[in-house]
């Protein structure tokens, strides 16, 4: 996934004498909407807060033998960087930030460009090192991301869905002592349960290709809408995404989905369809 730089953001608490120099912290923004949450942060939490974008371009690094290519471009020792954590490092004079993290449920980096002006660098310095494992300049793979159970902002849900839709539970904590933005609007959710909910697709037939627009399908009588649809080599099954009606949402209800092929048969399953650990990228 393309995303835009991050942005960083400077808080010094409100309302109290200023004590040393301002905390910093990072926020990759993507295509979501965390940018809106950091600036309804420096509205409503009675901080002080400074938003900017830093001058920061990310490339990626992801697959099975992306921790090859790591360790020949900075060293071994930056093979014990955890998941999800990142360091600032020089590569031959090129400043970035090499982070554990990715979009495809593989083992992954990605390495943040601090220097426009070194683009051209830092490419070169990937490729060559990648070139003894085959690297390949690609776009985002679509199906190791939806094989790793992983949403696409805009595609899979927007900001008019939450988290309990999108059987994110185990990441709101409702009953931490710190107050936070939506939390008595969540606790309302939770309490009164969700109309619909994001299910996981096997789809018959032949290979399809990914879907470049939602297709209508149907459960039982009531509408439901696929979102991502894609053939998994891996699995050697169709697979994807639907929004179905929170009583139709069962593992193993089938539905009928409207391909541009024509109607197929499709199954709901559980997700992710590989790693349900997520062992994979932590490894």
Not at 42 to 59: C, I, K, N, T, W
Not at 139 to 167: C, H, K, Q, V, Y
Request: aromatic content about 8%; hydrophobic content about 40%; proline content about 8%.
């Amino acid at each position: 996934m393309a995303s835009p730089a991050p942005a960083f953001f400077h808080i010094r608490p409100g309302r109290r004498p200023a004590c040393g120099p301002p905390k910093t912290g990072g926020l990759a923004c993507a295509d979501g909407d965390v940018l809106l949450y950091a600036k309804g942060l420096a509205a409503r939490a009675g901080m002080d807060v400074r938003l900017s974008e830093a001058e920061a371009y990310p490339v990626r690094l992801q697959g099975p033998k992306s921790k090859d290519v790591v360790g020949d471009l900075f060293g071994e020792d930056l093979l014990s960087l955890r998941y999800y954590h990142f360091r600032r490092l020089y590569l031959d004079g090129i400043p970035v930030i090499l982070t554990r993290t990715g979009w495809t449920s593989e083992v992954g980096y990605e390495v943040y460009l601090l220097d426009a002006a070194r683009g051209t660098d830092l490419w070169e310095r990937i490729m060559d090192a990648g070139r003894r494992y085959q690297i390949r300049p690609a776009g985002p793979s679509d199906i190791r991301r939806i094989e790793g159970g992983i949403f696409n902002w805009g595609a899979d849900m927007t900001d008019e869905n939450n988290p309990f839709e999108l059987g994110l539970d185990r990441l709101v904590d409702l009953d931490m002592e710190a107050d936070f933005l939506a939390r008595e609007a969540l606790r309302r959710i939770r309490e009164d349960g969700v109309r619909q909910k994001i299910v996981g697709l096997e789809i018959d037939g032949d290979r399809l290709e990914m879907n470049a627009t939602k297709w209508p399908s149907s459960v039982n009588g009531a509408s439901a809408t696929v979102t991502s649809a894609i053939y998994s080599p891996r699995l050697q099954k169709n697979i994807g995404y639907a929004w179905v009606p929170i009583e139709h949402a069962g593992p193993g209800t089938p539905l009928t989905v409207e391909t541009p092929e024509g109607g197929r048969g499709a199954t709901i399953v559980p997700m992710p369809f590989v790693d349900p650990d997520k062992q994979i990228p932590k490894a």
